[in-house]
């Protein structure tokens, strides 16, 4: 997979390579280039705290049927739970 990237026929893998020779030998791009993740790293933060925002105020409606879910998960569980000491946990009745 590797080689057909930076094939160096490929229009890809030539930009790659230059991109590549230009990062380790110039200090100013890579000055640049820590520059730029950083503000793309601090974007998609604002968007996952924007994002957090919005479902922490959903409308009631909305809000009430998470609850709904939550019940429903939860009851699920303690059904699960509940069936299990019905029938017995046969782990941990097996003789020897």
């Given at each position: ?22 990062l ?18 601090a ?15 959903m409308?009631?409606?909305v ?12 009851s ?21």
């Open positions: 997979m590797f080689r057909r990237i930076f094939n160096t026929s490929s229009p890809l893998g030539i930009a790659l390579t230059v991109a590549g020779v230009v380790a030998l110039s200090p100013e791009a890579r000055q640049a280039a820590r520059r730029m993740l950083v503000k793309g790293t974007a998609i933060l604002g968007v996952v705290d924007q994002v957090k925002e919005v479902s922490a105020n409308s009631p409606e809000q009430r049927s998470a609850d709904f879910l939550d019940d429903a998960k939860s699920v569980t303690h059904s699960g739970e509940a069936s299990e000491h019905l029938h017995g946990n046969e782990n941990h009745t097996q003789l020897h």
